[in-house]
């Protein structure tokens, strides 16, 4: 208890550029800062009074401590996704306070901007149908081990690409995982995020069914 205490304290004190600066929401404060440690990049997020609500716990607790949750957890299913350093929550005279701190993916941009800058529109057919295919078999693993994402749309899915040649390389990662949570079945979990990101993304109607029997299939397997 003593050491997870000075860590919160360490990271709770530590102050860097802005990249999400503190804004209300859910009657709290949140705010992410970049950190610069042991020539370690870092994201620190802060948050005061900043909770979520749930069956078990019904007071509340900060969205971080279940964001922090759903980073490990992905991180055992093999789902990339930023890799959560420490996360923690106290109170301070009746408010609660929370730290999340997690290392920076490096290279990587959020799909939205990824195809407004038209970097899809240099991809063959067939290096697109690549890249549906390895994200229907990450959101397909993710939803093998019974856990969702909650806030599934395009901009919560990041790339890290690059062409040599004719050859495509990328890597994709999922962030913002303040609404994730376990189910009790993949099929609940996928029921949730699947039409999620079917009205939040880029795809026409040949691409998103392309990306659904991709998806079938790796969730055929993984079951």
């Known amino acids: 208890m003593g050491r997870a205490r000075n860590e919160f304290e360490f990271w709770w004190g530590t102050s860097g550029e802005w990249v999400e600066p503190p804004n209300v929401r859910r009657s709290g404060t949140s705010g992410v800062q970049l950190i610069v440690k042991d020539d370690k990049t870092f994201f620190v997020k802060r948050q005061t009074g900043h909770l979520f609500r749930s069956f078990r716990y019904p007071t509340g607790r900060p969205t971080a401590l279940r964001e922090g949750v759903a980073l490990s957890r992905l991180q055992k299913l093999g789902v990339n996704a930023p ?3 420490f996360y923690g929550a106290r109170k301070v005279e009746g408010v609660w306070q929370g730290v999340l701190v997690t290392e920076d993916l490096g290279g990587f941009i959020d799909l939205d901007t ?15 149908q690549q890249l549906l295919q390895r994200l229907a078999q990450m959101l397909a693993r993710m939803h093998s081990g019974k856990w969702q994402h909650g806030c599934m749309r395009s901009k919560h899915i990041f790339i890290k690409a690059s062409m040599t ?11 913002d995982l303040e609404k ?22 880029f795809w026409d109607q040949a691409q998103w069914q392309s990306f659904l029997s991709y998806y079938e299939q790796a969730i055929g397997r993984a079951m």
């Open 83 to 85: 890799r959560p350093v």
């Open 114 to 128: 990824w195809y407004g800058q038209g970097a899809a529109s240099l991809l063959t057919t067939e290096q697109h």
């Open 165 to 175: 040649g004719e050859q495509f390389d990328f890597e994709l990662a999922l962030l």
């Open 180 to 201: 994730s949570r376990g189910r009790v079945t993949a099929m609940g979990a996928a029921r949730h995020d699947i039409p999620q990101l079917r009205r939040h993304s």
